[in-house]
């Protein structure tokens, strides 16, 4: 189906601007949700251990879980945790006492499939926000409004869904989410139970072994057919960005990026391309060229991972332009083709279309040519060193004519060697993976792994006293943790201090943000009278103003000095510390909840709702049924 006319009220007819949707990060390991909050992403969802649709990703422990969601409620963002697989009957407890963890710690959302559980959910917990999974292949406006009716307050339509059809479905008052980028299934989510049959792991128990991206021969009457490539189920990459205006234009609440199998650079440098294009797309300054993705934007996607790409469904049915049938893996960037072949040196000379650096990944080889395998046809190695002329280099430019040294390229037991007039790809970027991991902060030799459980090891519940008042002797272990966590140019908390100093009483310092929270530090120190030098105003504005390469940005200072106040620096600046912990702290625990009175329900068997509500689907999934709008 196509996009209708533009008409004067959309965006790119000058129209008004609708409102901000989210951008939402996936985060397959604890490294990846800094990853894409610190590069723009609203919201980060991730998976526990157990009860996700991605059971290979690394997923979060438990004590992983808890410090993602305290670390984005710091920054003001959220946190989704998917529990969107299909429960067996005696696993529906656990999945209930997990949710019930979470919902203490404060997430923002749960990503559900199972209609067992979302009965249960919305049952025990009728305000909580329920988000539904793409593998409930929610696809029509009949089904958006039935979910709706049973607590559901967003969607993750099927990726199959025109803009029109996400229009409709929109218009039942339901909240859409839209994959924009990354990986597509073949079938319709949550409906493929290829992987179930062919090697017993099933898709929706978060153990899909993609069967559709291994190499098939096309049979017809027994005789095998021809086909342009072998890998004949497997689909390009989702990629919106050419389009994205569109769908800000219907109004979509959020726009998913897949990805948490990928690793955090490539949620840093996907999350970052959609964050500039979407800010440029909702601005004032908006027109058609800013509207759509920069060449060097675009090269970014590219590198950082593709099987060609796709806009999917949004406007047609693609058919055969969906699919990547001559490479089911990344296929990186053409940079050039074999001049030459220098079998006694095992080197290759290549000319260069684009750049390339010493610690790139580049692969070799003709993306068509039949191999009896299921690997990658081309071969891939690191650059360690090259040449142009005769002199080392460590980068070569568009035009340049460089050796490479590929001993690998030649061991004989690979079978096919480099031939001139090779394609030569580069399928890692050394320099752009550099640059965007100073984003974030990895994880070395599992130090924040181990940062993040001897935190919870720790009392971690800090509150003020009665009167309100922290105190300089209160452990804020968790704010550390948060700052630690951070890298060195992070994402900013907007702050305004207020201090009162006074001879004869304790220093008071208050902080707030920009968000409504607000927390006051009083000094056991009590301020003793001057001698010569008192403690000035300038002074205190000076120190509450500069914290270097912190997490904070300091809007405004206001300072009241009663007297000539004696004042050690090391003391005020301990003081400063700890209140803008404090506020972290009250950041942190104003999303946390108690559980309601009698939390657990009755033993499955005997609650009625399941029985009422959803007849003989305690654990089972829509079947898929032609388009209704």
Do not use: W
């Given at each position: 189906m196509s996009f209708p006319n533009p008409n004067p009220n959309l965006i790119s007819s000058g129209g008004p601007r609708p409102k901000m949707p989210e951008l939402l990060s996936p985060a397959g390991t604890f490294v990846s949700l800094p990853a894409g909050l610190q590069n723009g992403a609203d919201a980060v969802y991730m998976g526990a251990s157990k009860f996700g649709a991605r059971a290979y990703a690394g997923n979060f422990s438990d004590f992983e879980l808890a410090a993602g969601i305290d670390y984005a409620h710091a920054f003001g963002k959220k946190v989704y945790v998917t529990l969107n697989t299909l429960y067996k009957d005696d696993e529906l407890d656990e999945v209930?006492?997990?949710?019930?963890?979470?919902?203490?710690?404060?997430?923002?959302?749960?990503?559900?499939?199972?209609?067992?559980?979302?009965?249960?959910?919305?049952?025990?917990?009728?305000?909580?926000?329920?988000?539904?999974?793409?593998?409930?292949?929610?696809?029509?406006?009949?089904?958006?409004?039935?979910?709706?009716?049973?607590?559901?307050?967003?969607?993750?339509?099927?990726?199959?869904?025109?803009?029109?059809?996400?229009?409709?479905?929109?218009?039942?008052g339901i909240e859409i989410e839209t994959f924009v980028h990354g990986a597509l299934c073949i079938c319709y989510s949550g409906q493929c139970l290829f992987s179930s049959l062919v090697g017993s792991r099933s898709g929706n128990r978060?153990?899909?072994?993609q069967p559709c991206r291994k190499r098939y021969e096309l049979l017809a009457d027994g005789k095998s057919v021809s086909t342009e490539g072998q890998y004949l189920l497997s689909p390009k990459d989702l990629n919106a960005s050419e389009n994205l205006v569109k769908l800000a234009e219907i109004g979509v609440d959020a726009f998913k990026i897949e990805g948490r199998m990928k690793k955090p650079e490539y949620v840093a440098g996907v999350v970052s391309v959609y964050r500039r294009l979407l800010d440029r797309i909702l601005s004032d300054s908006f027109d058609a060229k800013t509207g759509r993705p920069t060449a060097d934007e675009i090269e970014t996607l590219r590198k950082l991972f593709n099987r060609d790409f796709t806009d999917g469904y949004f406007f047609a049915n693609p058919k055969s332009k969906l699919m990547s049938r001559k490479l089911p893996y990344n296929k990186g960037i053409l940079i050039g083709k074999i001049l030459s072949v220098d079998r006694r040196k095992s080197q290759i000379t290549v000319s260069l279309i684009s750049g390339l650096s010493a610690h790139d990944g580049i692969s070799i080889g003709d993306i068509g040519r039949e191999m009896n395998s299921t690997e990658d046809p081309r071969r891939g190695f690191t650059v360690k060193k090259m040449y142009v002329g005769r002199s080392i280099c460590s980068k070569a430019n568009t035009g340049d004519m460089v050796d490479i040294p590929a001993p690998i390229l030649f061991e004989e037991e690979l079978g096919s060697l480099p031939m001139v007039g090779d394609s030569v790809y580069k399928t890692f970027d050394f320099e752009l993976h550099r640059t965007l991991s100073k984003t974030f902060l990895a994880s070395e030799n599992g130090e924040i792994e181990q940062l993040i459980s001897d935190t919870f090891q720790e009392k971690t519940n800090v509150t003020p006293a009665a009167d309100s008042f922290y105190s300089s002797a209160d452990e804020f272990p968790i704010s550390e943790m948060i700052e630690k966590l951070s890298p060195a140019d992070s994402l900013?908390?907007?702050?305004?201090?207020?201090?009162?100093?006074?001879?004869?009483?304790?220093?008071?310092?208050?902080?707030?943000?920009?968000?409504?929270?607000?927390?006051?530090?009083?000094?056991?120190?009590?301020?003793?009278?001057?001698?010569?030098?008192?403690?000035?105003?300038?002074?205190?504005?000076?120190?509450?103003?500069?914290?270097?390469?912190?997490?904070?940005?300091?809007?405004?200072?206001?300072?009241?000095?009663?007297?000539?106040?004696?004042?050690?620096?090391?003391?005020?600046?301990n003081i400063r510390n700890k209140s803008l912990h404090a506020l972290l702290n009250e950041k942190i625990i104003s999303k946390r909840r108690a559980l309601p009175n009698s939390s657990r329900l009755r033993p499955l068997r005997s609650n009625p709702i399941n029985l009422r509500v959803f007849p003989r689907l305690r654990s089972f999934q829509f079947v898929f049924i032609p388009k209704m709008i």
């Open positions: 209930f006492s997990l949710f019930e963890e979470l919902y203490e710690c404060g997430i923002d959302s749960v990503i559900v499939q199972d209609l067992g559980f979302l009965a249960r959910l919305s049952e025990k917990y009728p305000n909580f926000p329920i988000h539904a999974s793409t593998q409930m292949t929610v696809h029509n406006s009949y089904h958006a409004s039935f979910l709706k009716k049973h607590g559901v307050v967003r969607v993750v339509p099927a990726r199959e869904n025109s803009i029109p059809e996400l229009k409709a479905i929109q218009n039942t978060g153990k899909c072994a900013k908390i907007h702050v305004s201090f207020d201090c009162t100093l006074s001879v004869g009483s304790a220093i008071i310092v208050s902080v707030s943000d920009n968000m409504g929270h607000s927390a006051s530090v009083r000094s056991e120190y009590i301020i003793e009278p001057a001698q010569k030098n008192p403690f000035s105003k300038e002074q205190a504005v000076d120190l509450l103003s500069k914290l270097g390469s912190s997490i904070y940005q300091v809007d405004s200072v206001d300072i009241s000095i009663t007297g000539d106040c004696f004042i050690p620096v090391g003391e005020f600046k």
